[in-house]
């Protein structure tokens, strides 16, 4: 059986249930013979208690929960703004694939933004087939074609099987845009830009 | 680490951390008061999500939340500097209890031990605060404390030890400093 001395020393570890069942049996055995250290450990458990009862349970606010929450959610889901950034990039790329006009016009400036990279442009004379552009990515990569709503759009193919964009322009406007002219054959001179891919038409004839 | 699928992560994050917000907070608002509680807890379950593909499944979520917590008020106290920290250049000798036996503890407490919790150094409020309202062992406590658990016991016999004083104290200076006698009782005069 422990003592008073051992009981004081271990009044926190009884208190905290951190003794073994068989110590805490032999303090149960002291504290029902001896009044001071019930007492003591009465003391002690009502400290506890108050410290609980003083802390209380305060609930966090409503919007504190919702801030954590919406950790948890991805985010661009988190803000109006990014909302509103999603939608119109949603938009544009509706209006750039969907829209012939602007579809055109964004082929176009994407064209011309790819030859101003293009340092090495030289005056040609080629010859190749007139071919639709989409329909020849269409066979080759399996790219959606958008020729029913935006129309064929002409290129020239030579015979070694290498693609060739016209660069939007006066005089190239029949070969990239009339359908019926699919399938010629046509020689074509002006400036190549061979690292974009493209010509810039400066005459042409059909062969 | 396995990293698991946002979905996944999310719903297993919503189940086993999320309940333990209102523990996290009623913490929080002892540490750094009601003002700075919010943001205390929102930090803490942020960095706790973003470091959530590394806690173990098969430990203690909430003392997990609660290391975090304690983590991230210490680093703020660090850029802060509102605190000094509590110098343990050697760890204190378990006294035993001889003077609990009064009756300083009587009666309703919540104000005086309020404010006697508060008046405690920072690392004993928390001992004391996470053995008593949370009811963490003595090893999660350690954990949490990043500790040893012979620092834990010494931390909360200490830290009660003080609060006991604190509360003594308090009661007396809230005493008149000398007892009138009730005027209802007989006056006794030797004959």
Redesign the interface.
């Known amino acids: 059986m422990i003592d008073c ?1 051992q009981l ?2 271990v ?3 009884y208190a ?1 249930g ?1 003794l073994s069942s068989e110590a805490i049996a032999q303090a149960n055995q002291h504290i029902a013979e001896c009044g ?2 019930r ?2 450990v009465e ?2 458990s ?3 208690e ?12 409503p ?3 919702e ?3 919406s ?4 985010r661009w889901y988190q803000t109006w703004a990014a909302q509103g950034i999603a939608a119109t990039l949603v938009l544009a790329g509706f209006l750039t694939f969907f829209a012939p006009g602007v579809r055109g016009s964004a082929a176009t400036a994407l064209d011309y933004f790819s030859i101003r990279l293009d340092t090495s442009p030289r005056q040609v004379v080629m010859e190749g087939t007139l071919l639709c552009r989409d329909q020849q990515l269409a066979k080759q990569y399996g790219y959606r074609p958008m020729c029913r709503i935006t129309g064929h759009h002409g290129w020239l193919v030579t015979s070694d099987g290498r693609f060739w964009g016209l660069l939007e322009g006066s005089v190239s406007q029949e070969l990239i845009h009339n359908s019926s002219l699919l399938g010629r054959r046509v020689k074509i001179e002006g400036r190549i830009f061979r690292k974009a891919g493209s010509i810039e038409v400066s005459s042409y004839e059909f062969l | 680490m396995m990293r698991l699928g ?1 979905r996944s ?2 719903e297993r ?2 189940t086993e951390a ?1 309940p333990h ?2 523990a996290l ?2 913490m929080a ?2 540490w750094v008061g ?1 003002e700075a509680a ?1 943001d205390l ?2 930090e803490s ?2 960095r706790a ?1 973003k470091y959530f593909d590394t806690f173990d499944k098969s430990t203690n979520c909430r003392a997990w939340l609660f290391r975090i917590l304690r983590n991230v008020w210490i680093t703020r106290w660090r850029k802060t500097r509102l605190e000094l920290p509590l110098s343990e250049s050697q760890e204190e000798p ?1 006294e ?3 003077d ?2 009064d009756e ?3 009666g309703e ?3 005086e ?2 404010r006697a ?1 508060s008046d405690l150094p920072a690392e004993y409020r928390m001992a ?2 996470l ?3 949370e009811e963490f ?2 090893k999660e406590i350690a954990q949490i404390m990043d500790c040893p658990i012979g620092t834990v ?1 010494s931390r ?2 200490r830290g ?1 030890r003080m ?2 004083r604190l ?1 003594r104290t308090q009661r007396r200076e809230g005493q008149p400093e000398f007892e009138i006698a009730p005027s209802e009782q007989p006056f006794r005069r030797k004959l």
């Open positions: 001395k004081r020393e009044l926190d570890l905290d951190e001071a250290c007492r003591a003391n002690l009502r400290l506890r108050a410290i609980r009862d003083a802390v209380g349970r305060p609930k966090p606010s919007e504190l929960v801030r954590v929450r950790l948890i959610l991805p | 946002w992560r999310s994050f919503e999320l917000l209102p907070f009623r608002r002892q009601p919010d807890v929102q379950f942020l999500w378990i035993p209890y001889y609990w036996e300083f503890l009587r407490l919540s104000a031990v309020q919790v004391i605060l053995a008593d309202v062992t003595y016991m909360l016999n009660r609060l006991g509360i």
